[in-house]
């Protein structure tokens, strides 16, 4: 047998270098032969081995399979539940009556479970990491898989495993995680398909909910980001409604594998391209909204907001005290009481992950229109929606009882809207004030804003002016739902003075165009303290406004303003302290740069754009940064980026430009050309900053002061030149060569061309930006030649010294520019 001559060469040369203990046999174990600490099987590619192993700290003997590269990563065990202490003497062999068994100290404590019995049973550790026992009958016939181990799943999914939750036919198969790092037996939380008529997957702890990925909607789960995407494309058979099994199908080229962990997050991990560390791609629940539900009954997590639970239109907290202490699990309860007789009204709640599927009733053809007709026939009835968005939108889900764990979805265009039934009371006096996270649709509606404006007597002035007009509208809310405004904590000036050490030179941490950063502490919490200069020109209570507007500016992609200070003239900005440095300390660092793999930029680069998306559309006023840098872009100790100085330039940037003219607020090499030249900025003089740090970021070389003369090009210059030459790769930072997804990286670099190009109205805006950066496949239009700036003046570039840290600023005024 080809195999077993295979085998006797390993043991030879096995046995040459003293290694006895070792000769089992490549991958297989024959009948008669036995595993004992110490032996291993390892599969062909040496990807996994299989042995007995003590994980952690533990003294107890377990059999397990592992990734021959990272023996640490234990992805199956059999006799998790049956610990054997290491005194003990353990084997493993196919015993005598053709059953592959653990037996301990000569007494069999695990057997495996199969439904027939091999003639000629082999043990073989397959490459995917699936152990089975096959029957070779002899050279030329098929081997009939007697058992295997991905039928008996532990906490990991790998792909060629599949998850099951086939009920009629009895059959199920579902990650348990472990109880701790060095107990594998079971823990509390199970990863599994839940399967009631329309399917979504679960992590439960017990019988409870920890997360939901939310309802299959026909194309991915609406809880979670759309597949397929490059790292996530399961295959997934349905039976009617039923999803019964789902299955990441086997790539020998991409190592990965989904955990379950011991506190119930669920990990997504890949393997870099050098097969010797894990990254991890995604995790659940990301945040708490991804808890199951943290808002309680009718309230909706948004995880963008400063208070992250709201009510439904319609509904207000069941108790405000609980409310305003943040415990939102009580929920919200109806304001008034549905009237079904007389009629009631739907208020439509756009992009959500749909509330859980307790008590519903679906219809898989009916469109919306006959949706809405039915859940107005029943009494009970209390929301419809589409639950699949293929077509367009199409079938007709209802919900009955509670609206338990809705929350915003990231996706920009996502087709899931929910119509939530309201007393026809409520909708005419409020009309959907809750759902007005797009401005866009806002600006449809002149007609009921006026209508509204005449019921409460407050709006009129607002109706002239978007930005206004959105803060009196928000002052409504606020009445209504009392603590959603917060007040903007003001600090003492001795309280500022003590955190800083009366503003001292050491602390100091960077030097803006709107004054110094200073570290600082209170008490417990590190702050950082922004001293404003000559901002005099600016009333108190102007500045207050701008102030709590900018605070109200809440995204996890944003640094937080956690409060200001005003002294007789003095203004000071109270931020959160971020312990890592800028993106330019890392980025341009001939060190650091290597903490940044591809995957980790790629990743701040999305960051960036959310955060920019949110800054000019999400929010409630359209904030355009005017000084988007790489040094502007902050890092938290996970290296997530953080936009800082967002919303000053418009705060004091305006002022100063009305005062003097041709002020403008900006840095050399990010500027966009009609912007440096005319001072004209818009959301599109944005997005080429943007642009310029999204091609920095990829190439790790500066814009200004680039540094390639052999033509003497500026960078965007030499992208677009490696870009025509289909040279793409070439521009790429070096030290990516290790982490590198093609495709992301040619996306990136062309996305940033398009952001660089000369006219404003050939640049994309945020949202496509974003789509077209997360989208494998899209068709990406063909970027021109961009715009470039010839610079006159010979200020020096900043490098990143240590003493250099965050916040600084290159601000300065621009008079001597040229556009070629
Ligand atoms: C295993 O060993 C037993 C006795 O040691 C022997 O009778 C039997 O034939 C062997 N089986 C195989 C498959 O070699
Ligand atoms: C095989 O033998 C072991 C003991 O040697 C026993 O525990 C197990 O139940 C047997 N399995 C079958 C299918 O007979
Ligand atoms: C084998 O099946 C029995 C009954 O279905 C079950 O109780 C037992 O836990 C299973 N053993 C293993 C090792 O899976
Ligand atoms: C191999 O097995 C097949 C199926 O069991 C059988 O038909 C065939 O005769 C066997 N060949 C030999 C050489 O034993
Ligand atoms: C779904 O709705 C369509 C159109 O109203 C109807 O013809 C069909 O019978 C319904 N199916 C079920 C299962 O109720
Ligand atoms: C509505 O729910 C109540 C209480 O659960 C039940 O008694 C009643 O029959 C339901 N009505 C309809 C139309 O389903």
Redesign the pocket.
């Known amino acids: 047998m080809a195999l077993f001559q295979l085998n006797t060469v390993l043991c030879a040369l096995l046995l040459s270098s003293n290694f006895l203990e070792f000769c089992v046999g490549g991958d297989t174990l024959l009948p008669n032969q036995t595993i004992v600490v110490g032996q291993t099987l390892i599969s062909e590619n040496q990807v996994f081995e299989m042995g007995f192993f003590s994980p952690g700290k533990s003294r107890n003997r377990y059999l397990g399979i592992w990734y021959k590269s990272t023996p640490d990563i234990v992805v199956w065990v059999a006799n998790r539940n049956e610990p054997i202490p290491d005194s003990e003497e353990v084997l493993l062999a196919i015993a005598a009556n053709r059953t592959l068994v653990i037996s301990r100290a000569g007494r069999v404590i695990w057997w495996m479970n199969a439904s027939g019995v091999a003639a000629n049973p082999v043990l073989q550790l397959l490459d995917t990491g699936n152990l089975v026992l096959v029957d070779r009958k002899n050279e030329s016939s098929p081997q009939d898989c007697i058992w295997q181990s991905f039928d008996y799943p532990t906490d990991t999914w790998l792909p060629g495993m599949k998850m099951i939750a086939d009920i009629d036919a009895g059959e199920e198969k579902y990650m348990i995680s472990w109880k701790d790092l060095d107990d594998p037996s079971y823990g509390d939380y199970v990863f599994r398909i839940e399967n009631h008529g329309l399917s979504q997957t679960v992590i439960l702890r017990g019988t409870k909910k920890r997360f939901r990925a939310g309802h299959w909607n026909g194309i991915y789960f609406g809880g979670t980001p759309p597949f397929p995407n490059p790292i996530f494309n399961p295959e997934m058979i349905f039976k009617g409604e039923k999803l019964i099994s789902m299955l990441e199908p086997y790539d020998s080229s991409i190592f990965k594998r989904v955990t379950v962990d011991k506190s119930g997050m669920l990990y997504l991990y890949i393997m870099n391209a050098r097969k010797d560390k894990w990254n991890i791609a995604s995790v659940y629940p990301r945040d708490p909204c991804d808890e199951y539900s943290p808002c309680g009954p009718y309230g909706i997590c948004r995880i963008d907001r400063a208070i992250r639970c709201e009510c439904f239109t319609g509904f207000a907290p069941k108790s405000q005290q609980d409310w305003d202490l943040q415990d939102w699990s009580n929920g919200c309860i109806r304001i008034r009481p549905l009237n079904c007789q007389r009629g009631d009204r739907f208020v439509e709640v756009r992009g959500v992950k749909y509330p859980d599927i307790l008590q519903f009733w ?6 919306l229109s ?1 949706c809405k007709a ?1 859940c107005l026939k029943n009494c009970n009835c209390t929301a419809y929606a589409n639950p699949y968005i293929t077509s367009g939108g199409s079938g ?1 889900l209802l919900w009955f009882g509670d609206l338990i764990d809705t929350r915003d979805v990231n996706e920009a265009d996502s087709k899931q809207n929910i119509y939530i039934r309201v007393s026809a009371l409520e909708v005419s006096e409020t009309v959907e004030l809750s759902t007005d996270l797009d401005k866009e649709k806002e600006k449809k509606r002149p007609i009921k804003l006026i209508l509204i404006s005449m019921v409460s007597g407050v709006l009129v002035s607002g109706i002239f002016n978007g930005g206004i007009l959105l803060m009196t509208r928000r002052k409504m809310r606020a009445t209504q739902k009392k603590n959603e405004d917060l007040e903007l904590p003001l600090f003492k000036w001795t309280t500022i003075l003590a955190a800083t050490n009366n503003f001292s030179k050491e602390n100091v941490i960077g030097e803006g165009g709107f004054g110094p950063v200073y570290r600082g502490n209170f008490s417990a919490e590190e702050i950082a303290v922004k001293r404003l200069s000559r901002t005099s020109g600016q009333g108190l209570e102007e500045f207050k406004t701008e102030v709590i507007l900018i605070a109200k500016l809440q995204h996890r992609n944003l640094i937080r303003l956690l409060g200001c200070c005003i002294e007789g003239e003095e203004r000071v900005l109270v931020y959160e302290y971020l312990p890592n440095k800028s993106l330019d300390c890392f980025v341009f660092d001939q060190i650091r740069r290597t903490l940044l793999t591809w995957p980790k930029r790629f990743d701040i680069i999305v960051g960036i754009a959310r955060g920019l998306l949110y800054l000019h559309r999400d929010s409630r006023l359209k904030i355009i940064h005017r000084d988007l840098k790489t040094s502007n872009i902050l890092l938290d100790g996970n290296l997530n980026p953080k936009i800082s100085d967002f919303g000053l330039a418009r705060t004091f940037g305006e002022n100063q430009a009305t005062a003097r003219t041709k002020r403008v607020v900006g840095t050399y090499g990010y500027m966009a050309p009609e912007y440096a030249m005319n001072g004209k900025f818009s959301v599109k003089s944005d997005i080429f900053s943007m642009g310029v740090v999204l091609l920095e970021i990829v190439t790790g070389k500066k814009n200004r002061g680039f540094d390639h003369c052999a033509h003497c090009h500026s960078l965007l210059e030499h992208a677009w030149l490696l870009w025509k030459e289909n040279k793409t790769l070439e521009l790429m930072d070096e030290c990516l060569k290790d982490t590198f997804v093609e495709s992301e990286v040619r996306r990136c670099v062309q996305v940033g061309l398009l952001c660089v190009q000369k006219y404003a109205e050939d640049r994309p805006v945020m949202p496509s930006v974003l789509f077209m950066l997360g989208t494998e496949g899209a068709v990406l239009p063909e970027p021109k030649e961009p715009g470039f700036l010839i610079e006159r003046s010979s200020s020096t570039v900043r490098s990143c010294t240590a003493a250099s840290t965050n916040y600084e600023k290159e601000t300065m005024s621009i008079t001597d520019l040229e556009a070629r």
């Open positions: 679906l219809n898989s053809s009916m469109s006959e039915e007709c």
